[in-house]
């Protein structure tokens, strides 16, 4: 018996099939990967902003507590009892309640554990001025890093 030569069976995928599976796969991908790389900033964006207002309720706190902003921000993780303090006024170190940031994820910067980091620098990053700008006589802080958020705005005015 003989067997048709069109009826034999093939294996694998024709150049055309192949051709047509790379081009959706590469749709999908110019698709999805700017979608996840806008997800990534808007977490880092969202972490600053959470850090911003841990930062400011802090030294607000402080300044309550003591009549005084805080001279640096490392006074905000300083001992309870006063000591690693930077303000010299004796009346405003007495009332001193802190710290008003604790080191609960171990984050450390300058080897102050509890102030927290900016996202947008490398980890390693120790220097506090590198993360955060700080002015003593108005109490306000603001991101050191200079670029904008995915709406425009500045972070330095965050």
Request: hydrophobic share 35%; proline share 5%.
């Amino acid at each position: 018996m003989r067997v048709p030569k069109h009826s034999a069976r093939r294996s694998g995928f024709t150049l055309i099939e192949l051709l047509i599976v790379i081009t959706v796969i590469s749709t999908l991908a110019l698709i999805v990967i700017p979608r996840l790389m806008g997800a990534s900033r808007q977490a880092k964006e969202a972490t600053l902003r959470g850090n911003l207002f841990q930062l400011r309720n802090a030294i607000s706190m402080f300044q309550a507590d003591t009549g005084t902003y805080p001279s640096a921000l490392t006074d905000l993780v300083a001992k309870s009892d006063g000591s690693n303090l930077g303000i010299t006024d004796t009346t405003a170190k007495a009332s001193y309640k802190g710290p008003y940031l604790t080191p609960s994820g171990g984050i450390k910067i300058s080897g102050y554990p509890g102030l927290p980091r900016n996202p947008f620098l490398d980890a390693t990053e120790t220097d506090v001025t590198k993360h955060w700008t700080y002015d003593s006589s108005s109490g306000t802080v603001s991101c050191a890093f200079t670029g904008s958020t995915l709406d425009g705005e500045n972070l330095t005015d965050l």
